[in-house]
């Protein structure tokens, strides 16, 4: 089966607890959501036609993979997807960024599973799948993408109310530009929260823009 690529390039892990390490990104087009401060608005839309065998092959390019990353867009999305989420876990430790809107029963419970809870500012507020919450474990993580005290208090009340017996990692991750990362820091400890600041490791390291090698 075909997929919808928006981009495929390897690069140093930007968010997550693989934060850092080499990653192959599989950057699937199109998505069922349209946040406010997304980042990868190209990726909604559009993407060259490919096949899974062709995907696969070009991940086998990179042999110094941590892990690979299969983003979007809304990577969900596409009816593919699992299918080539499944072939390439049996080879690759994969990693799946999806929104959080989409039933994850679809994704191999060996795929570490980075899902979005949308923030109010993100304007998709409500849209998280609460079924998902039995499909997150301990090798998981959630997001939450802060841009403002409105988000930070809705997070916080999300995460004693809903994640306090989870195993997930949870990430607190300031939007750039709105949410200074000093000022979620300190929200996090005054509150005493167990969660992870997430920041952008590939901004700190190409502030001018991300190299992409394709």
């Known amino acids: 089966m075909d997929l919808f690529v928006s981009e495929l390039f390897y690069s140093i892990q930007g968010e997550s607890t693989r934060a850092g390490f080499p990653s192959f990104f599989i950057r699937l087009a199109g998505c069922n959501l349209n946040c406010a401060w997304c980042d990868t608005a190209h990726a909604r839309s559009g993407g060259r036609r490919m096949s899974i065998d062709r995907i696969v092959k070009e991940a086998a390019k990179y ?25 390439l876990a049996r080879s690759h430790a994969v990693q799946l960024e999806t929104n959080g809107s989409i039933d994850l029963g679809v994704v191999p419970p060996e795929v570490r599973k980075i899902v979005d809870v949308k923030t109010p500012s993100s304007g998709e507020e409500g849209s998280f799948l609460m079924e998902n919450l039995r499909l997150v474990g301990a090798r998981d993580e959630i997001k939450f993408v802060i841009a403002d005290r409105k988000d930070y208090t809705f997070a916080r009340a999300f995460v004693k109310k809903h994640l306090a017996k989870s195993a997930a990692v949870v990430n607190f991750s300031p939007v750039r530009g709105a949410m200074p990362p000093s000022e979620l820091a300190g929200l996090i400890l005054s509150d005493g929260l167990r969660v992870r600041l997430n920041l952008q490791l590939h901004a700190v390291v190409w502030p001018a823009g991300e190299p992409k090698k394709r």
């Open 63 to 87: 042999p110094a993979l941590d892990h690979i990353t299969i983003t979007g867009g809304e990577p969900l999305c596409q009816e593919g997807a699992p299918g080539l989420i499944e072939r």
